[in-house]
């Protein structure tokens, strides 16, 4: 990867009036990454984008593209294309026409537009539906069509404001995973905003995880969702059980009644006594294989499931545990075959690698 960043933001901040929404960010962003800027509403992902867009302007802070200084110029100035959340699409406009707005504005040949128009149309997967109209397409169909319009000029940079929460579950399924198929196919530096976790993991390099107008986090998928560098991460990026508990020395920690080993390095610092709490994902509680001998076994009982599909959520309580449930993935083939129902009883593993110790 190149040393030198395409993208590089320094000190970005913005402030409505006493409200300040961005709190002096610094993110270096490489050419050719796809990149996902997750958080709750309002915790300033979006300000960031339009920012960079240049439909705000930041308070303090620098922003570099390709070696040029762009924190001051207007958005026609920037090297950008960008996809809303709406769609934005011209009604009175065909296909085509939309598509090629931006090409028609830099006053491009006619033959030179039908050409272009033609083969981005095809590359977001509608060919022949040029001459249709915005009202004639369904939502991911149009919100294509934008995607083809902000590619039209061949921009180094791509943007996407939440450019799938309009639709239904399938098609966003669907469209994402076209997203990135394209993004690949291209080499387009992308950056998405999200506040959907399961998007943001299934399609971005790298997830920059914002928190009340700040970083909290920037890493890979798997980086953000097993090594979370806050309790904020970890609550926010996907399912996690969090139990209190009591350090016991190195190593180790008290869970209610059962002492536990915990191996994740660089967690447990100080000495028996100090209250922690232990972040675990609901797939590593282990219900099988369990071998003798292994370490943090304990009995429990099913207190809820979930059904989930083709999995299921499965609280489970023990006295191990003391007051605190347990949530656990758990097949639908493995309850079967137990026969384990509300009421029923396993023994459970925590895995002593994956038990997240927070101070």
């Known amino acids: 990867m190149n040393p030198e960043p395409y993208l590089r933001l320094s000190g970005i901040r913005k402030e409505f009036g006493a409200f300040t929404a961005l709190q002096g960010v610094n993110l270096d962003i490489h050419k050719g990454e796809f990149i996902c800027f997750l958080g709750p509403s309002g915790c300033g992902k979006t300000t960031l ?43 009175n406009l065909s296909v085509a026409d939309n598509v090629a707005y931006g090409l028609v504005n830099r006053r491009q040949p006619r033959a030179q537009i039908r050409e272009r128009v033609t083969e981005l149309v095809k590359l977001v997967g509608l060919p022949g539906s040029e001459a249709k109209y915005p009202s004639q397409l ?82 890979t998928p798997m980086d953000v969702y097993r090594d979370p560098s806050s309790l904020f991460v970890a609550d926010f990026v996907g399912r996690i059980n969090a139990l209190p508990a009591r350090l016991e020395g190195p190593g180790r920690v008290r869970i209610g009644e059962q002492s536990f080993e915990c191996r994740h390095e660089g967690d447990i610092n100080g000495s028996g006594g100090h209250e922690v709490k232990i972040y675990l994902r609901p797939e590593d509680v282990l219900a099988r294989p369990i071998a003798a001998g292994d370490s943090n076994v304990f009995d429990a009982e099913i207190d809820k499931i979930e059904f989930m599909g083709s999995f299921c959520l499965v609280r489970v309580k023990s006295a191990a545990l003391g007051e605190h449930r347990l949530t656990v993935y758990l097949s639908l083939n493995f309850l079967a075959e137990q026969q384990l129902e509300v009421g029923g009883r396993l023994p459970l593993r925590l895995l002593p690698e994956r038990m997240r110790v927070f101070q």
């Open 138 to 219: 369904s939502g991911g169909q149009q919100q294509r069509i934008a995607l083809a319009r902000a590619l039209a000029t061949a921009p180094g940079l791509l943007l996407l404001d939440e450019p799938l929460s309009a639709l239904d579950a399938l098609e966003r399924v669907r469209l994402r995973q076209e997203i990135r198929s394209l993004q690949r196919k291209l080499g387009v530096t992308t950056i998405m905003v999200t506040h959907d976790q399961e998007e943001a993991l299934s399609v971005a390099d790298r997830i920059v995880v914002m928190k009340h107008g700040a970083i909290e986090q920037v890493g």
């Open 49 to 91: 984008l339009r920012i960079i867009a240049g439909l705000e302007v930041q308070s303090a802070g620098t922003i570099t593209q390709a070696g040029r200084d762009i924190s001051l110029l207007p958005p026609a100035g920037r090297d950008y294309g960008i996809v809303f959340q709406s769609y934005a699409l011209f009604p």
